[in-house]
Protein backbone atom coordinates (compact mmCIF):
# COMPACT_ATOMS: atom_id res chain seq x y z
CA UNK A 1 0.00 0.00 0.00
CA UNK A 2 3.27 2.20 -0.38
CA UNK A 3 1.92 4.82 -2.37
CA UNK A 4 4.69 7.54 -3.58
CA UNK A 5 3.36 9.91 -1.81
CA UNK A 6 3.08 8.43 1.28
CA UNK A 7 6.61 7.12 1.60
CA UNK A 8 7.71 8.85 5.04
CA UNK A 9 10.54 11.62 4.56
CA UNK A 10 12.66 12.78 7.22
CA UNK A 11 11.54 16.26 9.11
CA UNK A 12 14.37 19.06 8.66
CA UNK A 13 12.70 22.42 9.57
CA UNK A 14 9.61 23.39 11.68
CA UNK A 15 7.02 25.50 10.69
CA UNK A 16 7.31 24.39 6.88
CA UNK A 17 7.86 26.24 3.77
CA UNK A 18 7.26 29.42 5.76
CA UNK A 19 10.30 28.81 7.76
CA UNK A 20 12.55 27.12 5.04
CA UNK A 21 12.22 29.30 2.67
CA UNK A 22 10.29 32.44 3.58
CA UNK A 23 7.11 32.05 1.27
CA UNK A 24 3.70 33.00 1.56
CA UNK A 25 0.21 32.78 -0.27
CA UNK A 26 -0.67 34.86 -3.04
CA UNK A 27 -3.62 35.76 -5.00
CA UNK A 28 -3.30 34.84 -8.34
CA UNK A 29 -2.98 38.04 -11.23
CA UNK A 30 -5.74 36.83 -13.13
CA UNK A 31 -8.34 35.18 -10.85
CA UNK A 32 -9.85 33.30 -13.75
CA UNK A 33 -6.69 31.47 -13.71
CA UNK A 34 -6.98 27.73 -13.12
CA UNK A 35 -4.54 26.50 -11.09
CA UNK A 36 -2.12 23.53 -12.48
CA UNK A 37 -2.86 19.79 -10.83
CA UNK A 38 -0.58 17.60 -8.60
CA UNK A 39 -1.02 14.96 -7.06
CA UNK A 40 -2.56 16.38 -4.43
CA UNK A 41 -5.24 18.36 -6.41
CA UNK A 42 -4.97 21.78 -7.84
CA UNK A 43 -1.90 23.14 -6.64
CA UNK A 44 -1.33 26.91 -4.52
CA UNK A 45 0.42 29.94 -5.92
CA UNK A 46 3.20 31.16 -3.09
CA UNK A 47 5.34 34.23 -3.54
CA UNK A 48 9.05 34.25 -1.76
CA UNK A 49 9.67 37.28 0.48
CA UNK A 50 12.83 37.97 1.27
CA UNK A 51 14.15 41.01 3.75
CA UNK A 52 10.33 41.78 4.05
CA UNK A 53 10.45 42.13 0.55
CA UNK A 54 7.74 39.93 -1.86
CA UNK A 55 9.24 38.96 -5.02
CA UNK A 56 7.66 40.07 -8.52
CA UNK A 57 7.83 36.01 -9.71
CA UNK A 58 5.08 34.02 -8.13
CA UNK A 59 4.83 30.25 -8.60
CA UNK A 60 2.71 27.16 -7.84
CA UNK A 61 3.86 24.53 -5.53
CA UNK A 62 1.80 21.82 -4.21
CA UNK A 63 -1.09 22.59 -1.45
CA UNK A 64 -0.28 19.78 1.15
CA UNK A 65 3.55 19.18 1.28
CA UNK A 66 5.52 21.51 3.14
CA UNK A 67 8.56 19.62 1.37
CA UNK A 68 9.87 19.28 -1.71
CA UNK A 69 10.79 15.82 -1.18
CA UNK A 70 7.13 15.02 -0.78
CA UNK A 71 5.99 16.87 -3.82
CA UNK A 72 8.18 18.43 -6.01
CA UNK A 73 5.83 20.16 -8.12
CA UNK A 74 7.01 23.39 -9.24
CA UNK A 75 5.51 25.86 -12.29
CA UNK A 76 6.12 29.90 -12.25
CA UNK A 77 2.70 31.40 -12.74
CA UNK A 78 3.41 32.66 -16.39
CA UNK A 79 5.10 29.90 -17.30
CA UNK A 80 3.23 27.78 -20.51
CA UNK A 81 4.26 24.18 -20.67
CA UNK A 82 3.87 22.27 -24.01
CA UNK A 83 1.34 19.81 -24.56
CA UNK A 84 3.55 16.88 -23.89
CA UNK A 85 4.50 18.27 -20.81
CA UNK A 86 1.38 18.29 -19.77
CA UNK A 87 0.45 15.07 -20.56
CA UNK A 88 3.18 13.52 -18.71
CA UNK A 89 2.33 15.37 -16.00
CA UNK A 90 -0.99 14.05 -16.22
CA UNK A 91 0.27 10.81 -16.24
CA UNK A 92 2.80 11.16 -13.52
CA UNK A 93 -0.65 12.24 -11.33
CA UNK A 94 -2.08 9.19 -11.86
CA UNK A 95 0.67 7.29 -11.40
CA UNK A 96 0.84 9.03 -7.64
CA UNK A 97 -2.80 8.09 -6.92
CA UNK A 98 -2.92 5.28 -4.30
CA UNK A 99 -2.85 1.12 -5.69
CA UNK A 100 -6.10 0.35 -4.59
CA UNK A 101 -9.42 2.26 -5.90
CA UNK A 102 -11.91 3.58 -2.64
CA UNK A 103 -14.30 1.24 -3.82
CA UNK A 104 -11.91 -1.75 -3.51
CA UNK A 105 -10.87 -0.58 -0.03
CA UNK A 106 -14.52 -1.21 0.81
CA UNK A 107 -14.71 -4.06 -0.78
CA UNK A 108 -11.31 -5.67 0.85
CA UNK A 109 -12.52 -4.18 4.36
CA UNK A 110 -15.82 -5.96 3.96
CA UNK A 111 -14.31 -9.40 3.44
CA UNK A 112 -11.53 -8.56 6.21
CA UNK A 113 -14.40 -8.92 8.98
CA UNK A 114 -15.71 -11.80 7.39
CA UNK A 115 -12.76 -13.80 8.00
CA UNK A 116 -12.04 -15.91 11.15
CA UNK A 117 -9.89 -14.16 13.97
CA UNK A 118 -7.04 -16.24 12.92
CA UNK A 119 -6.64 -15.44 9.76
CA UNK A 120 -7.22 -11.60 10.07
CA UNK A 121 -3.58 -10.08 9.47
CA UNK A 122 -2.03 -6.57 9.72
CA UNK A 123 1.40 -6.33 7.67
CA UNK A 124 3.14 -3.74 9.83
CA UNK A 125 5.59 -2.66 7.35
CA UNK A 126 3.39 -2.01 4.46
CA UNK A 127 0.57 -0.93 7.21
CA UNK A 128 -1.99 -2.47 5.39
CA UNK A 129 -4.57 -4.96 6.31
CA UNK A 130 -4.26 -8.21 4.66
CA UNK A 131 -6.68 -10.94 3.10
CA UNK A 132 -5.18 -14.55 2.74
CA UNK A 133 -4.47 -14.08 -0.79
CA UNK A 134 -1.85 -11.00 0.15
CA UNK A 135 0.13 -13.68 2.64
CA UNK A 136 3.00 -14.34 0.01
CA UNK A 137 3.31 -10.50 -1.04
CA UNK A 138 4.65 -9.95 2.98
CA UNK A 139 7.32 -12.61 3.43
CA UNK A 140 9.43 -11.52 6.53
CA UNK A 141 7.18 -8.55 6.65
CA UNK A 142 6.35 -7.49 10.38
CA UNK A 143 2.84 -8.99 10.72
CA UNK A 144 0.13 -8.90 13.59
CA UNK A 145 -2.15 -11.62 13.35
CA UNK A 146 -5.82 -12.01 15.34
CA UNK A 147 -6.74 -8.99 14.54
CA UNK A 148 -9.72 -8.00 16.76
CA UNK A 149 -12.92 -5.69 15.99
CA UNK A 150 -11.97 -3.42 18.37
CA UNK A 151 -8.13 -3.13 16.96
CA UNK A 152 -10.26 -2.55 13.61
CA UNK A 153 -12.04 0.09 15.29
CA UNK A 154 -9.04 1.75 16.50
CA UNK A 155 -6.85 2.29 13.20
CA UNK A 156 -5.00 5.53 14.76
CA UNK A 157 -3.48 2.85 17.30
CA UNK A 158 -2.77 0.03 15.03
CA UNK A 159 -1.11 2.13 12.23
CA UNK A 160 1.82 4.07 13.16
CA UNK A 161 1.88 8.02 12.71
CA UNK A 162 3.27 9.86 10.67
CA UNK A 163 5.19 12.12 11.97
CA UNK A 164 7.94 12.69 10.79
CA UNK A 165 6.46 13.93 7.94
CA UNK A 166 5.79 17.47 6.96
CA UNK A 167 3.31 16.54 5.07
CA UNK A 168 1.05 14.76 7.62
CA UNK A 169 2.32 15.63 10.62
CA UNK A 170 0.39 13.06 12.35
CA UNK A 171 -0.09 14.10 16.35
CA UNK A 172 -2.68 11.93 18.06
CA UNK A 173 -4.91 13.79 21.22
CA UNK A 174 -4.07 12.12 24.66
CA UNK A 175 -6.87 10.16 25.62
CA UNK A 176 -7.67 12.59 28.36
CA UNK A 177 -7.78 15.52 25.17
CA UNK A 178 -9.33 13.35 23.06
CA UNK A 179 -12.24 12.20 25.59
CA UNK A 180 -12.91 15.71 26.63
CA UNK A 181 -13.57 16.84 23.39
CA UNK A 182 -15.74 13.75 22.10
CA UNK A 183 -17.79 14.17 25.85
CA UNK A 184 -18.08 17.96 24.96
CA UNK A 185 -19.28 17.60 21.90
CA UNK A 186 -21.64 15.51 23.44
CA UNK A 187 -22.74 18.13 26.27
CA UNK A 188 -23.30 20.47 23.34
CA UNK A 189 -26.16 18.52 21.63
CA UNK A 190 -24.14 18.00 18.38
CA UNK A 191 -25.48 14.64 16.49
CA UNK A 192 -22.90 14.87 13.45
CA UNK A 193 -19.20 15.59 13.80
CA UNK A 194 -17.50 16.33 10.89
CA UNK A 195 -13.85 15.24 11.44
CA UNK A 196 -11.01 17.15 9.22
CA UNK A 197 -7.75 15.74 10.02
CA UNK A 198 -9.11 14.06 13.55
CA UNK A 199 -8.46 10.42 12.99
CA UNK A 200 -8.36 9.61 16.65
CA UNK A 201 -11.71 11.84 17.64
CA UNK A 202 -13.19 10.04 14.67
CA UNK A 203 -12.81 7.15 15.69
CA UNK A 204 -13.52 7.69 19.53
CA UNK A 205 -17.21 9.26 18.44
CA UNK A 206 -17.43 6.19 17.17
CA UNK A 207 -16.47 4.01 19.38
CA UNK A 208 -18.79 5.56 22.02
CA UNK A 209 -21.97 4.93 19.99
CA UNK A 210 -21.39 1.16 19.62
CA UNK A 211 -20.87 1.27 23.32
CA UNK A 212 -23.64 2.95 24.56
CA UNK A 213 -26.49 5.11 23.71
CA UNK A 214 -24.78 8.00 22.67
CA UNK A 215 -26.57 9.15 19.40
CA UNK A 216 -23.60 10.71 17.53
CA UNK A 217 -22.27 10.36 14.20
CA UNK A 218 -18.92 11.56 12.46
CA UNK A 219 -17.71 11.71 8.88
CA UNK A 220 -13.27 11.54 8.99
CA UNK A 221 -11.74 13.61 5.95
CA UNK A 222 -8.24 12.95 5.93
CA UNK A 223 -5.58 12.95 3.39
CA UNK A 224 -3.99 9.51 5.00
CA UNK A 225 -4.83 7.15 2.51
CA UNK A 226 -4.07 4.31 5.03
CA UNK A 227 -7.45 5.17 6.73
CA UNK A 228 -9.38 4.23 3.79
CA UNK A 229 -8.97 0.44 4.76
CA UNK A 230 -11.02 0.74 7.81
CA UNK A 231 -14.21 2.66 7.07
CA UNK A 232 -16.50 2.33 4.58
CA UNK A 233 -17.44 5.41 2.32
CA UNK A 234 -20.22 7.15 4.70
CA UNK A 235 -17.50 7.60 7.14
CA UNK A 236 -14.11 8.35 5.43
CA UNK A 237 -12.99 10.32 2.35
CA UNK A 238 -9.43 11.11 0.89
CA UNK A 239 -9.55 14.80 1.05
CA UNK A 240 -6.90 17.70 1.18
CA UNK A 241 -7.79 20.64 3.99
CA UNK A 242 -5.29 22.96 1.78
CA UNK A 243 -7.15 22.57 -1.42
CA UNK A 244 -10.37 21.53 -0.42
CA UNK A 245 -9.96 18.55 -2.79
CA UNK A 246 -11.79 15.19 -2.63
CA UNK A 247 -9.10 12.57 -4.24
CA UNK A 248 -12.60 10.47 -5.19
CA UNK A 249 -13.96 12.93 -6.72
CA UNK A 250 -17.83 14.50 -7.37
CA UNK A 251 -19.41 10.97 -5.34
CA UNK A 252 -16.94 12.14 -2.41
CA UNK A 253 -17.94 15.46 -2.08
CA UNK A 254 -21.52 14.11 -1.91
CA UNK A 255 -21.07 12.68 0.95
CA UNK A 256 -19.64 15.29 2.88
CA UNK A 257 -22.11 17.77 1.27
CA UNK A 258 -25.12 15.40 3.01
CA UNK A 259 -23.51 15.16 6.02
CA UNK A 260 -23.41 18.84 6.40
CA UNK A 261 -26.89 18.94 5.20
CA UNK A 262 -28.69 16.40 6.78
CA UNK A 263 -31.35 17.98 9.37
CA UNK A 264 -31.17 21.10 7.51
CA UNK A 265 -27.48 21.70 8.79
CA UNK A 266 -28.77 21.33 12.33
CA UNK A 267 -26.78 19.43 15.30
CA UNK A 268 -23.43 19.19 13.11
CA UNK A 269 -20.16 20.48 13.89
CA UNK A 270 -16.45 20.53 12.17
CA UNK A 271 -13.55 19.54 14.43
CA UNK A 272 -10.27 19.71 12.44
CA UNK A 273 -6.62 20.10 14.07
CA UNK A 274 -4.23 20.71 10.86
CA UNK A 275 -0.68 20.11 10.99
CA UNK A 276 0.78 23.36 12.67
CA UNK A 277 3.20 24.10 9.63
CA UNK A 278 0.56 24.50 7.24
CA UNK A 279 -0.42 28.35 6.67
CA UNK A 280 -3.70 30.00 8.26
CA UNK A 281 -4.61 31.44 4.77
CA UNK A 282 -5.17 28.38 2.61
CA UNK A 283 -6.94 26.44 6.18
CA UNK A 284 -9.13 29.54 6.21
CA UNK A 285 -10.38 29.42 2.62
CA UNK A 286 -11.17 25.60 2.86
CA UNK A 287 -13.53 26.18 6.00
CA UNK A 288 -15.15 28.89 4.52
CA UNK A 289 -16.18 26.52 1.14
CA UNK A 290 -16.88 23.58 3.61
CA UNK A 291 -19.19 26.33 5.49
CA UNK A 292 -20.72 27.50 2.33
CA UNK A 293 -21.53 24.07 1.43
CA UNK A 294 -23.23 23.52 4.94
CA UNK A 295 -25.00 26.77 4.31
CA UNK A 296 -26.56 25.85 1.06
CA UNK A 297 -28.65 23.03 2.81
CA UNK A 298 -30.18 25.87 5.51
CA UNK A 299 -33.69 27.32 5.00
CA UNK A 300 -33.73 30.93 4.48
CA UNK A 301 -34.21 32.21 8.13
CA UNK A 302 -31.44 30.71 9.23
CA UNK A 303 -29.48 32.52 7.60
CA UNK A 304 -27.53 34.38 10.17
CA UNK A 305 -26.49 31.24 11.80
CA UNK A 306 -23.02 30.11 11.61
CA UNK A 307 -21.48 26.34 11.21
CA UNK A 308 -19.96 25.67 14.86
CA UNK A 309 -16.51 24.81 14.19
CA UNK A 310 -13.65 23.26 16.80
CA UNK A 311 -10.18 24.75 14.95
CA UNK A 312 -7.60 23.19 16.89
CA UNK A 313 -4.09 25.44 16.76
CA UNK A 314 -1.04 26.73 18.72
CA UNK A 315 -2.12 29.88 20.49
CA UNK A 316 0.47 32.21 19.07
CA UNK A 317 -2.24 31.91 16.07
CA UNK A 318 -4.71 33.66 17.74
CA UNK A 319 -4.76 36.71 15.69
CA UNK A 320 -4.32 35.41 12.68
CA UNK A 321 -7.27 32.93 12.96
CA UNK A 322 -9.54 35.75 14.29
CA UNK A 323 -8.60 37.79 11.20
CA UNK A 324 -10.33 35.09 9.25
CA UNK A 325 -13.01 34.46 11.93
CA UNK A 326 -13.94 37.56 14.00
CA UNK A 327 -15.98 35.06 15.32
CA UNK A 328 -13.83 32.70 17.21
CA UNK A 329 -12.30 33.15 20.42
CA UNK A 330 -10.12 31.05 21.96
CA UNK A 331 -10.53 28.44 24.76
CA UNK A 332 -7.73 27.96 27.56
CA UNK A 333 -8.15 24.23 27.35
CA UNK A 334 -5.09 22.76 26.81
CA UNK A 335 -4.90 19.87 23.74
CA UNK A 336 -2.39 17.58 24.77
CA UNK A 337 -0.81 14.99 22.58
CA UNK A 338 0.38 11.42 22.65
CA UNK A 339 3.14 11.31 20.60
CA UNK A 340 4.97 14.86 21.39
CA UNK A 341 6.72 15.55 24.30
CA UNK A 342 6.41 18.87 24.41
CA UNK A 343 2.75 18.27 24.25
CA UNK A 344 1.46 17.20 27.73
CA UNK A 345 -0.16 18.49 30.18
CA UNK A 346 1.25 21.27 32.18
CA UNK A 347 0.81 20.04 35.45
CA UNK A 348 3.66 18.45 38.15
CA UNK A 349 6.37 19.71 35.78
CA UNK A 350 5.82 18.59 32.38
CA UNK A 351 5.83 21.21 29.64
CA UNK A 352 2.58 22.70 28.72
CA UNK A 353 0.92 22.35 25.57
CA UNK A 354 0.43 25.38 23.79
CA UNK A 355 -2.77 24.30 21.66
CA UNK A 356 -5.69 25.55 22.14
CA UNK A 357 -9.55 25.73 20.84
CA UNK A 358 -10.61 28.32 18.65
CA UNK A 359 -14.25 28.42 18.18
CA UNK A 360 -17.63 29.91 17.65
CA UNK A 361 -19.59 28.20 20.24
CA UNK A 362 -20.28 31.13 22.94
CA UNK A 363 -17.34 30.14 25.61
CA UNK A 364 -19.77 30.39 28.70
CA UNK A 365 -21.31 27.21 27.10
CA UNK A 366 -17.97 25.19 27.53
CA UNK A 367 -17.15 23.48 30.49
CA UNK A 368 -13.41 22.88 31.12
CA UNK A 369 -12.46 20.19 33.90
CA UNK A 370 -11.98 21.94 37.05
CA UNK A 371 -10.10 18.85 38.02
CA UNK A 372 -7.19 19.82 35.38
CA UNK A 373 -6.97 22.96 36.74
CA UNK A 374 -9.53 25.45 35.14
CA UNK A 375 -11.97 27.91 37.03
CA UNK A 376 -14.95 29.55 36.05
CA UNK A 377 -14.75 33.50 35.59
CA UNK A 378 -18.10 35.01 36.50
CA UNK A 379 -16.71 38.52 35.06
CA UNK A 380 -15.31 37.10 31.74
CA UNK A 381 -18.18 34.73 31.88
CA UNK A 382 -15.55 31.40 30.59
CA UNK A 383 -13.77 28.83 32.07
CA UNK A 384 -9.50 29.80 32.29
CA UNK A 385 -6.64 28.59 33.65
CA UNK A 386 -6.54 28.31 37.24
CA UNK A 387 -3.69 30.96 37.19
CA UNK A 388 -5.22 33.13 34.36
CA UNK A 389 -5.78 35.45 36.65
CA UNK A 390 -8.71 38.65 36.02
CA UNK A 391 -7.13 41.80 35.36
CA UNK A 392 -8.99 44.84 36.44
CA UNK A 393 -7.30 46.94 34.15
CA UNK A 394 -7.59 45.14 31.16
CA UNK A 395 -10.95 43.98 32.29
CA UNK A 396 -10.78 39.97 31.18
CA UNK A 397 -8.48 37.01 32.33
CA UNK A 398 -5.72 37.93 29.56
CA UNK A 399 -2.99 35.48 30.06
CA UNK A 400 -2.88 33.28 26.92
CA UNK A 401 -0.49 30.25 28.07
CA UNK A 402 -1.53 29.59 31.41
CA UNK A 403 0.63 31.40 33.06
CA UNK A 404 -0.22 33.98 35.11
CA UNK A 405 0.73 37.38 33.05
CA UNK A 406 1.40 40.58 34.60
CA UNK A 407 -0.11 44.26 33.59
CA UNK A 408 2.04 47.04 32.03
CA UNK A 409 1.14 50.53 32.95
CA UNK A 410 3.11 51.64 30.02
CA UNK A 411 1.78 49.36 27.62
CA UNK A 412 -1.25 49.29 28.98
CA UNK A 413 -1.81 45.51 28.56
CA UNK A 414 -1.07 42.73 30.29
CA UNK A 415 2.28 40.64 28.90
CA UNK A 416 4.26 37.83 29.98
CA UNK A 417 5.85 37.00 33.48
CA UNK A 418 9.01 36.91 31.83
CA UNK A 419 8.63 40.33 30.58
CA UNK A 420 9.43 43.58 31.42
CA UNK A 421 9.18 47.03 29.76
CA UNK A 422 11.82 48.34 28.13
CA UNK A 423 12.31 52.46 27.87
CA UNK A 424 13.74 51.82 24.75
CA UNK A 425 11.71 49.78 22.38
CA UNK A 426 8.99 51.14 24.34
CA UNK A 427 7.04 48.04 25.25
CA UNK A 428 7.97 44.87 27.24
CA UNK A 429 9.99 42.08 26.00
CA UNK A 430 12.07 39.62 27.70
CA UNK A 431 15.06 41.12 29.99
CA UNK A 432 17.80 40.01 27.90
CA UNK A 433 16.53 40.92 24.40
CA UNK A 434 19.05 42.79 22.02
CA UNK A 435 16.95 46.45 21.56
CA UNK A 436 14.58 45.91 18.54
CA UNK A 437 16.84 43.80 17.26
CA UNK A 438 15.29 41.88 14.39
CA UNK A 439 17.82 38.94 15.14
CA UNK A 440 15.14 38.51 18.07
CA UNK A 441 12.40 38.81 17.21
CA UNK A 442 9.95 39.06 14.08
CA UNK A 443 11.15 40.55 11.10
CA UNK A 444 7.31 41.30 9.95
CA UNK A 445 6.15 42.61 13.36
CA UNK A 446 8.88 43.50 15.70
CA UNK A 447 7.23 40.90 17.88
CA UNK A 448 9.70 39.28 20.19
CA UNK A 449 8.19 36.50 21.15
CA UNK A 450 8.00 34.72 17.65
CA UNK A 451 9.55 34.74 14.18
CA UNK A 452 8.39 35.88 10.70
CA UNK A 453 7.44 32.43 9.81
CA UNK A 454 4.81 32.35 12.62
CA UNK A 455 3.97 35.67 12.62
CA UNK A 456 -0.05 36.07 13.56
CA UNK A 457 0.15 39.54 11.22
CA UNK A 458 2.05 38.00 8.45
CA UNK A 459 -0.52 39.41 5.60
CA UNK A 460 -1.59 42.28 7.72
CA UNK A 461 0.66 45.16 6.48
CA UNK A 462 3.96 46.13 4.34
CA UNK A 463 3.86 49.16 7.26
CA UNK A 464 5.02 46.79 10.20
CA UNK A 465 8.16 45.08 7.84
CA UNK A 466 8.84 48.90 7.22
CA UNK A 467 8.74 49.37 10.65
CA UNK A 468 11.02 46.14 11.04
CA UNK A 469 13.13 47.18 9.17
CA UNK A 470 13.77 50.53 10.83
CA UNK A 471 14.10 48.56 13.88
CA UNK A 472 16.96 46.57 12.19
CA UNK A 473 18.86 49.80 11.41
CA UNK A 474 18.37 51.39 15.01
CA UNK A 475 20.21 47.83 16.19
CA UNK A 476 23.02 48.51 14.00
CA UNK A 477 23.97 51.36 16.42
CA UNK A 478 24.05 48.79 18.92
CA UNK A 479 22.01 50.31 21.76
CA UNK A 480 22.39 47.60 24.22
CA UNK A 481 20.20 47.03 27.42
CA UNK A 482 21.85 48.06 30.41
CA UNK A 483 21.58 45.26 32.92
CA UNK A 484 18.66 45.24 35.26
CA UNK A 485 19.46 47.23 38.50
CA UNK A 486 21.26 45.13 41.34
CA UNK A 487 22.21 42.45 38.52
CA UNK A 488 26.04 42.42 37.66
CA UNK A 489 26.68 41.98 34.16
CA UNK A 490 27.85 38.47 34.58
CA UNK A 491 24.19 37.57 36.21
CA UNK A 492 23.12 39.22 33.25
CA UNK A 493 24.14 37.34 30.78
CA UNK A 494 23.86 34.36 32.98
CA UNK A 495 20.32 34.73 32.94
CA UNK A 496 20.51 35.50 29.01
CA UNK A 497 21.67 32.13 28.46
CA UNK A 498 18.99 30.86 31.02
CA UNK A 499 16.38 32.14 28.86
CA UNK A 500 18.07 31.95 25.55
CA UNK A 501 18.45 27.57 26.23
CA UNK A 502 14.25 28.83 27.18
CA UNK A 503 13.92 30.36 23.84
CA UNK A 504 15.45 27.36 22.00
CA UNK A 505 12.81 25.07 23.35
CA UNK A 506 9.73 27.76 22.38
CA UNK A 507 10.31 27.79 18.56
CA UNK A 508 10.06 23.49 19.15
CA UNK A 509 6.72 24.23 20.56
CA UNK A 510 5.37 26.14 17.88
CA UNK A 511 5.30 23.57 15.35
CA UNK A 512 4.49 19.66 16.44
CA UNK A 513 5.91 18.47 12.70
CA UNK A 514 8.92 18.28 14.82
N1 LIG B 1 -4.96 15.22 16.87
C1 LIG B 1 -5.63 14.58 15.77
C2 LIG B 1 -4.67 14.36 14.62
C3 LIG B 1 -4.09 15.67 14.13
S1 LIG B 1 -2.64 15.43 13.20
C4 LIG B 1 -6.22 13.26 16.26
O1 LIG B 1 -5.66 12.68 17.19
O2 LIG B 1 -7.26 12.82 15.74
C5 LIG B 1 -3.08 16.13 11.64
C6 LIG B 1 -4.00 15.25 10.84
O3 LIG B 1 -4.24 15.92 9.62
C7 LIG B 1 -3.42 13.89 10.48
O4 LIG B 1 -4.40 12.91 10.63
C8 LIG B 1 -3.01 14.04 9.04
O5 LIG B 1 -3.09 12.83 8.31
C9 LIG B 1 -4.01 15.05 8.54
N2 LIG B 1 -3.52 15.87 7.43
C10 LIG B 1 -2.27 16.34 7.21
N3 LIG B 1 -2.24 17.07 6.09
C11 LIG B 1 -3.49 17.06 5.59
C12 LIG B 1 -4.10 17.64 4.45
N4 LIG B 1 -3.39 18.36 3.58
N5 LIG B 1 -5.40 17.43 4.24
C13 LIG B 1 -6.13 16.68 5.12
N6 LIG B 1 -5.62 16.10 6.20
C14 LIG B 1 -4.31 16.30 6.44
ZN1 LIG C 1 1.50 17.63 -4.33
ZN1 LIG D 1 -11.83 37.02 33.85
ZN1 LIG E 1 -4.01 43.89 32.19
ZN1 LIG F 1 5.42 47.39 28.92
Not at 19 to 29: D, K, M, W, Y
Not at 34 to 63: D, I, M, N
Not at 448 to 466: E, V, W, Y
Request: proline share 6%; net charge positive.
Amino acid sequence: MAAPTLEPVEEEGCAGRTATSGVEAALPSDPAALAPLCPHGPTLLFVKVSQGKEEARRFYACSACRDRKDCNFFQWEDEKLSEARLAAREAYNQRCQPPLSRTQCVQRYLRFIELPLTQRKFCRSCQQLLLPEDLGGHGGHQLLADISITQLRRPSQLLYPLENKKTNAQYLFADRSCQFLADLLSILGFRRVLCVGTPRLHELIRLTVAGEKANMKSLLLDIDFRYSQFYLEDSFCRYNMFNHHFFDGKAALEVCRAFLQEEKGEGVIMVTDPPFGGLVEPLATTFKKLIAMWKEGQSRDDSHKELPIFWIFPYFFESRICQFFPSFCMLDYQVDYDNHALYKHGKRGRKQSPVRIFTNIPPNKIILPTEEGYRFCSLCQRYVSLENRHCEHCNSCTSKDGRKWNHCFLCNKCVKPSWIHCSICNHCALPDHSCAGPKEGCFICGGLDHKRNACPNSATSKRTSRAARKQKQRKSNKIKMEPTKGQSMNQASATRRKKRGRAHQYPALKCPVT
